[in-house]
């Protein structure tokens, strides 16, 4: 790793952050926290920045691929695999949301800490923007996340989704609801005068 990467350790895993990738703060946590704990077959890790959501859940599933578009992030999210000793359990791939995946391909957990901060168009020019630039309302990447993760998602799978309150979580509720899955609120994490983290559950309406 660069020699200006820092390291981190949450809950047993040992996490190495270069500087062009996203360091874990208090959404990376509350997200860790409230994971599935069941054993899960299938999970995709969608923006897995340094791996913390992949690695975790590689621990008690029998399969985890992690997605990023940023290059940086994906070397990183290996190594730390590598150190936290399930390499073995995941697969990396760099890509623009589903863009590098085949449409055939079917998760029982899908997972996205989603860049949801509203922003300007220049702000996610920039390899660590990406990570949480969501444009003007912060909804240019939900709302692309939304349309497509259905389309890859088992049928009696779940789709995990953190974002903020600043970029409209109703608006989330109403997009899923529109792809036939119903919501569920999972944690929420108030800052005052300032947002609330909410992560939100989606999974096919009985």
């Avoid at 599933?61 to 399930?86: E, G, S, W």
């Avoid at 359990?89 to 509203?118: E, H, T, V, W």
């Avoid at 996610?124 to 939900?142: D, E, H, Y």
Wanted: hydrophobic letters at 40%; glycine letters at 6%.
């Amino acid at each position: 790793m660069p020699s200006q990467s820092k390291r981190l350790i949450f809950n047993n895993c040992v996490l190495e952050v270069c500087a062009e990738v996203y360091e874990p703060a208090e959404d990376s946590f509350l997200f860790a926290e409230n994971l599935p704990k069941q054993k899960t077959a299938c999970v995709l890790d969608m923006g897995t920045g340094c791996g913390i959501l992949g690695i975790i859940t590689a621990k008690r599933a029998h399969y985890v691929l992690a997605v990023d578009i940023n290059p940086h992030a994906i070397r990183c999210a290996k190594q730390n695999a590598n150190i936290n000793k399930v390499s073995g359990k995941m697969a990396f791939i760099q890509g623009d949301l589903f863009s590098a995946l085949k449409p055939n391909k079917k998760f029982d957990l899908i997972l996205f800490n989603a860049p949801y901060l509203p922003s300007e168009e220049t702000e996610n020019t920039f390899w660590l923007g990406r990570a949480w630039a969501g444009g003007t309302t912060g909804r240019q990447v939900i709302d692309q996340f939304i349309l497509q993760a259905p389309h890859y998602l088992k049928r009696n799978g779940k789709i995990l989704l953190m974002q903020s309150s600043l970029s409209n979580v109703e608006e989330t509720c109403r997009l899923f609801s529109a792809q036939s899955l119903s919501t569920n609120i999972v944690a929420v994490q108030s800052f005052p005068f300032f947002e609330t983290l909410v992560l939100i559950e989606a999974q096919a309406s009985t």
